[in-house]
T-cell receptor, first 111, second 111 residues
């Protein structure tokens, strides 16, 4: 199916564990983004990528790692999960300046 | 000061009324503006974009832009209970490669 998909939809993990959130888009959009959304903070940019092998930090990158070896995939890894990383994570993609299309989100709980 | 400001609401309007959602931004160089709708538990979806001063209409939605006043608004005519959601204002940065989001306004349309 065409579009942008995130997996898993829901994830519960323990403090200190590594967890990877997946994002896949079928449009070959150049730009991809990772946001977290928390009550009271709105959408905050974690990392973004302008193209394969080009990534850059956003507003809240600490504790997260990204890679983009292929245009269509942009995984987000929490190296050692903390309770403060409990959040809803959204991946988005963009081509040119037509605005973002968001994935359906991953609700992550760190216990 | 946040770069994109919205009143968090909730804004409560009766069914059939006009809902007016407002947004101000700080970067005078911004050229592209977007409104996203986000239902509870869902991802943001793009509903309007506007690039020039004035009004842009799409069905029951009208986006208004005043670059001199650094002000963007969204009017929803004949509001329906199904319009109840959080509305996010988003503005492109000068490079046109990244959106900055406001905190969102929660709209409640009462039958």
């Amino acid at each position: 199916d065409a579009g942008i998909t995130q997996s898993p939809r829901y994830k519960i993990t323990e403090t200190g564990r590594q967890v990877t959130l997946m994002c896949h888009q079928t449009w070959s959009h150049s730009y991809m983004f990772w946001y977290r959304q928390d009550l009271g903070h709105g959408l905050r940019l974690i990392y973004y990528s302008a193209a394969a092998d080009i990534t850059d930090k956003g507003e809240v990158p600490d504790g997260y790692v990204v890679s983009r070896s292929k245009t269509e995939n942009f995984p987000l890894t929490l190296e050692s999960a903390t309770r403060s990383q409990t959040s809803v994570y959204f991946c988005a993609s963009m081509q040119d300046s037509y605005g973002y299309t968001f994935g359906s989100g991953t609700r992550l709980t760190v216990v | 000061q946040k770069e994109v400001e919205q009143n968090s609401g909730p804004l409560s309007v009766p069914e059939g009324a006009i809902a007016s959602l407002n947004c101000t931004y700080s970067d005078r160089g911004s050229q592209s503006f977007f409104w996203y709708r986000q239902y509870s538990g869902k991802s943001p979806e793009l509903i309007m974009s506007i690039y020039s001063n004035g009004d842009k209409e799409d069905g029951r939605f009208t986006a208004q832009l005043n670059k001199a006043s650094q002000y963007v608004s969204l009017l929803i005519r004949d509001s329906q209970p199904s319009d109840s959601a959080t509305y996010l204002c988003a503005v492109f940065n000068n490079a046109g490669n990244m959106l900055t989001f406001g905190g969102g306004t929660r709209l409640m349309v009462k039958p």
